[in-house]
């Protein structure tokens, strides 16, 4: 199959074309793993962090990517959730145990077993992946398979961040960051919350009028003060200056604070910064 591989960690600035197009063997799906024939695979900011050093893949050459969209193309011995030629998706968790407290609970990403795809496990740079049955998942037909591969990064981290917010509707929401996941959360928050005033922090001007042509209240640079105290602030930036400004606009400073960015220990970043009591 052919495969765009990293050969080693660099500097993107010292080698802006990281990425190397191989052929490589048509990997062969094991116990309760398919093979997904892929169709789309986003990009996320994760990659960067892979190619330069700051969460690198465990060997080397490695297929990255892990917003995965394709048709199982063969199922391994018992698995047999997905049959063949349904379109499935492949995100950021890979596998995990299955039997721990964490898996049981629904937490896999805790899992001391767990292995990230695109990093732990080869990703969907490729004309093939396999993955554990258990995490992949049918992809609803109103979506394109370019629409739908950036949901199962972007999307799903910025759902779960909106759902830890507990916001009620009419109750006032802040971005911090308006990146991939951001922008698909003001779509959601507006959709579930339509009485709620929308404030977005962002550091590029073309960010901050993007914001307001989707329905944000109000946008401002990150150094700004938010023009009304917030409900609840969702960090999707990489950084932790953000996070740490980020009680200066809400209402309940005291919560739970954290970066959205993806730990390299698998471990869950709590994507929200003053969740209410």
């Not at 909106?162 to 929401?173: I, K, T």
């Not at 951001?182 to 590029?204: G, M, N």
């Not at 938010?226 to 409900?231: N, R, T, V």
Request: charge should be neutral; include cysteine.
């Amino acid at each position: 199959m052919k495969a765009a591989v990293l050969e080693k960690i660099t500097n993107l600035r010292d080698n802006p074309q990281p990425l190397s197009f191989v052929e490589l063997p048509d990997p062969v799906p094991g116990e309760r793993q398919i093979l997904v024939r892929v169709s789309a695979c986003g990009v996320c900011h994760t990659e960067l962090d892979e190619i330069e050093g700051r969460t690198p893949p465990v060997s080397f050459p490695f297929v990255p990517g892990h917003q995965i969209v394709g048709f199982v193309e063969k199922q391994g011995p018992n698995a047999v959730k997905h049959a063949e030629g349904l379109r499935v998706g492949i995100g950021w968790i890979g596998s995990a145990c299955g039997k721990c407290r964490y898996c049981l609970g629904g937490r896999e990403n805790l899992c001391p077993d767990f292995k990230a795809t695109g990093r732990d496990l080869p990703g969907g740079y490729a004309q093939y992946v396999i993955v554990d049955q258990e995490f992949a998942f049918p992809i609803p037909p109103v979506f394109s398979d370019a629409q739908a591969a950036p949901l199962l990064c972007a999307g799903a981290i910025g759902w779960r961040s909106l759902h830890l917010a507990g916001l009620r509707d009419g109750e006032p929401l802040g971005l911090t960051g308006f990146g991939a996941s951001a922008h698909l959360v003001l779509t959601l928050a507006r959709h579930l919350y339509p009485r709620s005033e929308i404030f977005v922090f962002a550091r590029s001007e073309h960010e901050r009028k993007f914001a307001i042509e989707l329905g944000a209240s109000w946008s401002g640079d990150t150094t700004e003060k938010s023009p009304q105290k917030l409900a609840a602030v969702i960090d999707t930036t990489p950084a932790w200056k953000p996070v740490i400004e980020a009680p200066h606009h809400q209402r309940h400073p005291q919560g739970r604070k954290g970066p959205r960015s993806d730990p390299p220990d698998g471990l869950p970043a709590a994507s929200l910064a003053g969740k209410r009591d």
